[in-house]
């Protein structure tokens, strides 16, 4: 018999109840949770099948100038494959980024098409670029925009393809293509400015003069100096001799010797005057001007001086001076005296010799025997002038005889006509200016005098009209249709208001011919088979000035005779006319250094102030045509009357 104890463990114990009931539920709810994943991965996945349905493929291609990184964010439900997007269709922001690019941002338009392609084509940051020169603190120019001078470091340029220039006082200027990478690329250039200029070596006889170039001083002799290329002028100056003058053309880097230069003793100054002024002045023969007057002469060496003016007599004597000496002298010339008998009508009316009032009414004068403008005035009738030269021995008799303002007006002149063309001109009388007599040329003295520029004075005693500007294009034009002035390097010359060039000789006195028998008036020039062969001078027609009307239209003032149109300085301080100035050096190789007038080429007519005449454009803009034929004057100091 088995002791019960030892299987206690193994006895068999009651099982907990539980009723049908409350087991029941649990199996139930088991089953609805199943149900809820299975509906919603139903519908999941009937919403992703719905959205591949409707969805359009786009191909999104982001195009660089080199395999950069790149990301593309798009606002929206997409499936991204690759470069591929799965997208409904609409409108998306989105944007393209990559490195060393500018950020994209696009509107990206999906349409109802199945497959699509969008290219976004990137632009690159601009690069860095650093630029240094030899030597240092040039103008840095990119596409003609000043960025700075050199040294520049890691200055921001677009990229792409671009000029770039550099620019340095003294040095040739330096210009080259330049493809900037960009992306923030790095890049750096150095560059070596080649010299504009050239050493010139000279020396003097004796050494230590004072070298000018361009009239600034530039070393003492002797010495190698440094000079721009281009044209120069040279002068070596030493006190107690003469000045050496020599033109210089300079090439960059080619250096020059000049040797010594061997300067003479310097001449003597005599300050000459006289009374009264205007005296013509001869030196051994040579005509030299007209008083007040500085002569220069050798040194050492005897000189016959001798003063010559109408209605005075000769005065002559011997001169000897010491080199480098100056001598003020002051010569009397005796009168040479004749009567003038004057009868006025009406009595009452004011006689007046040279501007100087005499008395009224009829009288007899004693005069030197020069020319003089007799004038008789009275209020109410027009004033008449007359010029006489008295003779010593020899009465004169001159009649006035006074008219009323109303009749002098119908015979008076016109002071101003205008042509068919519109042109305007203007009489003038140098006859009853304050001075009529001057002297043409230039003195040996004078820099940059050529050999054919000889002093001579001359007298004009008719009166003359003056066209107020140059002819312009648009005027010759309508004698010669297809006139063409042409152009250079790019500037035009064939501008309605520009003066006209390109014209001959032949040319512009055939204009005149052809616009006198436009007006009905007798033509000056004498034509022979369409070749002007002569002239008539009794004829009314137009003509060109003759080169004493030209100067004395040019450079007379009052009773001033001019240096240049504008007065005496050089180069003129202001922009007076159109010469060679700054804007033009591409366009002609000598220019007036420091002069802006704001015109490469010709300017249209009248564009800058008229002189006290009233003309316009007479020293500057483009040379005149003139009617006398060339010939160099004779220094014998007759005087020409109306050459």
């Not at 294009?473 to 042409?486: E, I, K, M, P, T």
Request: glycine letters at 8%; hydrophobic letters at 40%; a negative charge.
């Amino acid at each position: 018999m088995s002791d019960p104890s030892a299987n206690h463990k193994d006895a068999i114990e009651p099982a907990a109840f539980q009723p049908l009931s409350e087991a029941a539920p649990a199996q139930k709810q088991g089953i609805n949770k199943v149900r809820l994943a299975g509906i919603t991965v139903a519908a999941i996945f009937l919403v992703i099948m719905i959205f591949l349905l409707t969805s359009r493929s786009v191909q999104i291609t982001v195009v660089t100038e080199a395999e950069s990184e790149h990301d593309v964010s798009i606002q929206g439900l997409y499936l991204p494959f690759g470069s591929r997007y799965l997208m409904r269709p609409g409108s998306y922001a989105m944007t393209a980024t990559a490195n060393g690019y500018y950020d994209l941002e696009t509107e990206l338009v999906v349409t109802e098409q199945d497959s699509q392609n969008l290219e976004l084509v990137m632009q690159p940051l601009p690069g860095l670029l650093t630029i240094t020169s030899v030597p240092e603190g040039a103008r840095v120019l990119i596409d003609g925009e000043e960025l700075g001078e050199t040294p520049l470091v890691d200055t921001p340029v677009d990229a792409g393809e671009h000029t770039l220039a550099l620019q340095l006082e003294r040095y040739q200027p330096l210009e080259q293509q330049l493809d900037v990478t960009g992306r923030q690329v790095q890049q750096m250039l150095e560059l070596n400015l080649t010299p504009a200029w050239a050493e010139i070596t000279v020396a003097s006889t004796p050494s230590g003069a004072s070298i000018l170039i361009d009239g600034e001083q530039a070393g003492v002799t002797p010495a190698t100096i440094e000079v721009l290329q281009g044209e120069h002028q040279l002068i070596i100056q030493a006190a107690g001799f003469a000045s050496a003058m020599a033109d210089l053309v300079v090439v960059a880097q080619q250096a020059q010797d000049l040797g010594s230069i061997v300067l003479e003793p310097a001449s003597g100054l005599v300050n000459l005057t006289s009374a009264p002024t205007g005296a013509n002045v001869t030196v051994n023969g040579e005509f030299q001007g007209q008083t007040p007057l500085t002569l220069e002469l050798s040194p050492k060496r005897s000189h016959r001086l001798s003063l010559s003016r109408p209605g005075y007599r000769r005065h002559s004597e011997t001169l000897e001076l010491a080199a480098a000496s100056t001598l003020d002298k002051r010569i009397t010339l005796k009168a040479q005296l004749g009567e003038v008998k004057l009868a006025v009508q009406p009595s009452q009316a004011m006689v007046s010799i040279n501007g100087r009032p005499v008395g009224n009414g009829s009288r007899t004068l004693s005069l030197p025997a020069y020319q003089h403008t007799i004038e008789v005035s009275l209020a109410g009738y027009a004033s008449v002038r007359k010029r006489v030269t008295p003779r010593p021995g020899l009465q004169q008799l001159i009649e006035f005889s006074l008219q009323t303002e109303q009749e002098a007006r119908a015979a008076r002149i016109k002071p101003q006509i205008t042509t068919a063309l519109g042109q305007t001109l203007l009489l003038f009388n140098p006859a009853d200016s304050p001075r009529s007599e001057f002297t043409m040329g230039a003195s040996r003295r004078e820099p940059g005098r050529r050999a054919n520029e000889v002093l001579h004075p001359v007298a004009l005693e008719r009166s003359f009209y003056l066209q107020t500007t140059e002819v312009t294009n648009a005027q010759f034009r309508q004698f010669q249709a297809d006139h063409d002035s042409g152009q250079i390097e790019g500037n035009s010359l064939n501008r309605e208001h520009q003066p006209v060039v390109q014209v001959s000789w032949q040319q512009a006195t055939q204009f005149c011919n052809w616009l006198s028998r436009k007006e009905g008036l007798s033509p000056f020039y004498r034509e022979t088979n369409g070749i002007v062969t002569g002239y008539n001078p009794s004829a009314t027609g137009y003509r060109l000035p003759t080169e004493a009307e030209w100067a004395w239209a040019a450079r007379v003032e009052n009773d001033t005779l001019k240096k240049f149109t504008w007065g005496d300085n050089f180069p003129p301080t202001s922009a007076v006319e159109n010469y060679a100035d700054n804007t033009s050096a591409y366009v002609t190789g000598r220019i007036l250094n420091g002069y802006t007038d704001g015109h490469v080429v010709s300017a249209p007519v009248a564009t800058f102030p008229a002189t006290g005449k009233g003309l316009y454009d007479l020293g500057g803009n483009v040379a005149e045509w003139i009617h006398d034929v060339y010939i160099i004057p004779s220094a014998n100091g007759k005087t020409e009357v109306d050459p």
